[in-house]
Nanobody, 123 residues
Framework: QGQLVESGGGMVQAGGSLRLSCAAS????????MGWFRQAPGLEREFVAA????????RYADSVKGRFTISRDNNQNTMALQMNSLKPEDTAVYYC????????????????WGQGTQVTVSS
């Protein structure tokens, strides 16, 4: 049975950077496509970034394109989201997710979720 655990959230000034990590347990990490989602209070959980099982292909929401970079290390069973040039509107709880659908933007295509980590960006 696999589990996903996020870390690296916190508070940062606008224009700063944070790096989120997702650690996965289990033997079949490389089988799954991975993604990051985020959710602010009162809003729907939204797609941020996705990476294919091999790490070769990635996709990003327009709101973070050029600022965020998703990566994975299948040897270490980890995934990361490097967030640069952070804006107050990036404030949300960020979730790590795993699924079997290639680079999906849909929450319904992800079967496993982490507990979430809070990111707060101040002006």
């Amino acid at each position: 049975q696999g589990q996903l655990v996020e870390s690296g959230g916190g508070m940062v000034q606008a224009g700063g950077s944070l790096r989120l990590s997702c650690a996965a347990s289990g033997r079949t990490f490389s089988t799954y496509h991975m993604g990051w989602f985020r959710q602010a209070p009162g809003l729907e959980r939204e797609f941020v970034a996705a990476i294919s099982q091999s790490g070769v292909r990635t996709r990003y929401a327009d709101s973070v394109k050029g600022r965020f970079t998703i990566s994975r290390d299948n040897n270490q069973n980890t995934m990361a989201l490097q967030m640069n040039s952070l804006k107050p509107e990036d404030t949300a709880v960020y979730y790590c997710a795993a699924g079997l659908v290639y680079n999906s933007w849909s929450r319904d295509d992800y079967n496993y979720w982490g507990q979430g980590t809070q990111v707060t960006v101040s002006s």
